[in-house]
């Protein structure tokens, strides 16, 4: 071989060593544009948690100075900053922008500095919007990394390739391929604080959720007391007087009293707690004593409106098998509606009878009646119906929904009778006398729609 041959050979080598060198630059770069592009991603997940979770810890702060009857000032003005700041992080993002909007129609983000102690439904929906951006943020950011996990197996295919030509070329080759090697562990690095950032963000949302169940369980505990007060009033009220009404109005405060701690005592439970369902109290009970019950606590807001409640049963008791307080806050709902949607001097019927294994009330109101549309949307969550209340009383659009969990869990069906007529609506629930299965309902429902 000829020196000519030998120079041949050896700008043929440094050809090919400069394509594999500028093919293993290729390869460097596409994963320091990875590695970017992921650095950037995880930025901004994390200050997008980051403002959540100070939202929350604003919000947190505004409920307890309410709880002591003043307003925090500056823990309003902390949050409306950090929700600024969460919307400008999620503009690009229309899924994430759309439920930051839904957040701002929730949270008091007026110029005014006087707001309202927030309700329980409220406060479980500001929790619920927050915690779902948490996860829609997580869910790109797992995305993207999945994204990039692949790009670098293809990287990783294209640099066994160029090794095999290494071997050839020896000296020249395995320093491009250190130098590979050296942008490959900075990538791997890279996505490993990646990881770490999302443990970080994930134990502070953990350390936030603690810090609101213990605020939860508090609450309910130190609500304990004053009910049993009430109850322990009434029973004095009572043994003091025989007058009728006395005895009838100290009985509701007794049965109210009593349902209401009941969902009380849901929320400090242990298992409840741990689980996020309360412990199912299945069991044999009369429905007809149920409904008696509901009628009873529901009288005062029926003679408000001059209304009355006219409950019929066809046998003196309808034993069946269920969780009672459940039964008793959907029917405490259907009653509570009709009383609400009936005009003044109106009067609510309920009737209760037997057939085919199965247990049938309907709920019958004096109201605006419903139309095929609202029939159609009645039973979804936080759905507003075009009936206004009659006597200018509340209304969240989550009873209804309520109702039809607690039916569904049962195994029973409910419908709706009667159109938009102006001649009212007709509720009608059917249970079965005996429950195929076990109950499975999300933590105490709130009375009322």
């Known amino acids: 071989m000829n020196l000519f041959s030998l120079r041949n ?13 500028s093919g293993f630059d290729f390869i460097a770069l596409r994963q320091s544009a990875i590695t970017d592009g992921t650095g950037e991603m995880v930025t901004l997940s994390y200050q997008v948690i980051n403002e959540t979770s100070r939202i ?8 307890s100075s309410f709880l002591k009857n003043r307003t925090d000032l500056e823990s309003l003005a902390s949050l409306r900053i950090h929700f600024t700041n969460l919307r400008n992080l999620t503009s690009d ?13 929730l949270l008091p983000l007026n110029d005014e500095n006087t707001v309202s102690i927030f309700s329980e439904e409220q406060e479980a929906m500001i929790l619920r919007n927050l915690h779902k951006i948490d996860d829609n943020e997580e869910n790109l950011l797992k995305t993207r990394l999945e994204s990039d996990r692949h790009q670098n197996k293809i990287a990783r295919n294209q640099i066994l390739v160029a090794s095999t030509v290494d071997i050839l070329l020896l000296a020249i080759i395995g320093v491009v391929w ?25 134990f502070e949302l953990e350390q936030a959720s603690l810090s609101k169940t213990h605020l939860l369980r508090a609450t309910a505990h130190d609500l304990r007391n004053p009910l049993g007060s009430i109850q322990g009033l009434a029973d004095l009220i009572s043994e003091e007087s025989t007058h009728p009404t006395i005895t009838e109005l100290t009985g509701i405060i007794r049965q109210v009293s009593s349902q209401t701690l009941g969902l009380v005592n849901q929320l400090v439970d242990p298992k409840a707690l741990a689980t996020g369902t309360p412990e199912q109290q ?24 001059n209304q009355s409640v006219s409950f019929t049963h066809e046998q003196p008791t309808l034993v069946m098998k269920g969780d009672p307080s459940k039964i008793w806050d959907l029917f405490v709902n259907l009653v509570g509606n009709a009383i609400k949607f009936s005009p003044t001097d109106a009067l609510i019927k309920i009737h209760a009878r037997k057939a085919d294994g199965t247990v049938i009330v309907d709920v019958e109101d004096q109201g605006p009646g419903m139309s095929a549309e609202d029939q159609a949307k009645a039973f979804q969550k936080y759905q507003r ?42 509720f009608r629930v059917t249970l ?9 309902l999300d933590p105490g429902p709130s009375i009322g729609v």
């Open 9 to 21: 050979g050896f700008w043929m080598a440094l050809a090919l060593t400069v394509l594999v060198g």
């Open 56 to 63: 929350a810890q604003d919000y947190d702060r505004m409920q």
């Open 93 to 105: 993002n229309p899924e994430q922008k759309a439920e930051v909007e839904k957040l701002a129609i």
């Open 178 to 202: 250190l130098i590979d090697s050296r942008h490959r562990r900075r990538t791997e690095e890279t996505l490993s604080e990646a990881i770490q950032s999302i443990s970080k963000a994930n």
């Open 282 to 305: 299945m069991k044999d009970f009369d429905m007809v004593k149920c409904l008696e019950d509901v009628c009873l606590s529901q009288q005062p807001l029926a003679l408000k409106k």
């Open 385 to 426: 119906l075009s009936a206004q209340p009659t006597g200018g009383e509340a209304s969240s659009g989550l009873g209804l929904f309520l109702v039809k969990e607690i039916i569904d869990a049962h195994d029973g069906k409910i419908e709706i009778l009667g159109g938009h007529d102006g001649r009212g609506s007709c």
């Open 432 to 440: 079965p006398v005996s429950l195929p299965r076990r109950i499975g």
